[in-house]
């Protein structure tokens, strides 16, 4: 139990560490060991028992063993502590901002978020990064974020009542806490098995027909307060997705609240299983699928499924055709892997 937990957190951290300096293989190796031990069903007593965990291995074996034994983790202390660690997380923690962009600040001397807004020209989105630095840092709990859903759903039904819309993202895989929200929204259409070009149309109509009405509202009533894309009549006649923050109104009981992160994706119904798909993730399982479906000679995108995709040297030789799908269900079947529930794809 407590054992766990602490080694979940000491690797969780250490995984974060990795993440801002861009070591994606290490990220990737620290994430699955923390669900290997998660989802390890008996108690850690033995170093044979960690080592022999699938996805921990040797290696990590030591280390997870140093945690039991010491209740401490000297290569994650001597990392965290380094001034340069400190500041590769103060800067990749601004919105927009990766570990390219913040190894070349360090390299340039910044070293506090004030030198970066003295010296650094910044884009739109970090710019907002910055500003809103302290809310956008925290994850939201997950009770807020279904106060977001059912606020943004209500408006949504409100201009639409035939509209589906669904949070996707960490929440739907059940997380007790969420980065942002990943909204996702579509109208059925009566239309979902007729050709790619006739349902570009549709989105294109339901974009328009949602979309705008939707941003204009929310912003217009404070709900959103900063863009991360840029929004003017003219782009959201079109846009499919939108990025921004948002802030639910103050209740009267409650503290205040934060900027949250939130995400609105606007989909054609045809395309919807597959998004649904793409966007409750995890990025892990997303790719974990794609892997599986080039092997039995599909491809799978945040669009389409297809079938008869021929690849040569990992390029594709023919596009192949779209496999039409109608539930998240079917897409698994047609893929031949047994379904498996949103709390159950980290992997
Ligand atoms: N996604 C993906 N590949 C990426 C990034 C995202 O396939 N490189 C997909 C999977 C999850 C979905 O998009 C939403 O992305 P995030 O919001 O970044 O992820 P999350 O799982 O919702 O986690 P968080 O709680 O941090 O938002
Ligand atoms: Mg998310």
Redesign the pocket.
């Known amino acids: 139990g407590d054992r766990k937990e602490l080694i979940c957190s000491k690797l969780e951290e250490m995984a974060d560490n990795y993440e801002a300096t861009g070591d994606k293989w290490r990220v990737y190796a620290y994430r699955k060991a923390v669900s290997a031990v998660r989802s390890h069903k008996k108690p850690i007593c033995k170093f044979e028992e960690v080592s022999s965990i699938p996805g921990v291995g040797r290696k990590l074996g030591d280390k997870i063993w140093e945690i039991v034994e010491k209740g401490s983790f000297s290569k994650l202390d001597s990392v965290k502590n380094s001034e340069k660690m400190q500041i590769m997380n103060l800067f990749t923690n601004i919105h927009g901002v990766g570990s390219k962009t913040a190894e070349a600040w360090y390299a340039m001397g910044h070293r506090t978020l004030q030198d970066i807004k003295d010296k650094i020209v910044l884009t739109g989105p970090q710019t907002v990064g910055i500003d809103l630095y302290d809310d956008l840092v925290l994850?939201m709990p997950r009770e807020e974020a279904a106060e977001i859903e059912s606020f943004v759903r209500g408006k949504v039904h409100s201009i639409d009542p035939n509209s589906i819309c669904e949070v996707?993202?960490?929440?739907r895989?059940g997380?007790p806490?969420?980065?942002?929200?990943?909204l996702l929204i579509t109208t059925p259409d009566g239309v979902s098995h007729s050709r790619e070009v006739f349902q570009r149309m549709v989105l294109c109509y339901s974009s328009n027909r949602i979309m705008s009405p939707l941003l204009e509202e929310l912003h217009s009533i404070g709900f959103l307060t900063h863009d991360l894309v840029s929004v003017s009549p003219e782009k959201t006649v079109n846009m499919h997705k939108y990025m921004g923050v948002c802030i639910l109104p103050a209740g009267e009981n409650e503290r205040d609240r934060r900027h949250r992160?939130i995400?609105i994706i606007c989909v054609p119904f045809s395309e919807y299983p597959c998004a649904v798909v793409?966007?409750?993730?995890?990025?892990y399982?997303?790719?974990s699928l794609r892997l599986l479906a080039q092997r039995r000679g599909m491809s799978l995108n945040?669009h389409h499924l297809k079938r008869n995709v021929v690849r040569r040297k990992g390029e594709k030789k023919t596009a192949g055709e779209i496999i039409p799908v109608s539930s998240e269900q079917e897409l698994f079947q047609v893929m031949g892997v047994p379904f498996r529930p949103p709390e159950e794809r980290d992997w």
């Not at 996707?168 to 929440?171: I, K, N, P, V």
């Not at 806490?177 to 990943?182: A, E, F, R, V, Y």
């Open positions: 994850r996707c993202g960490s929440f895989r997380k806490t969420c980065g942002d929200l990943d992160r995400d793409y966007f409750t993730g995890s990025a399982f997303n790719r945040e």
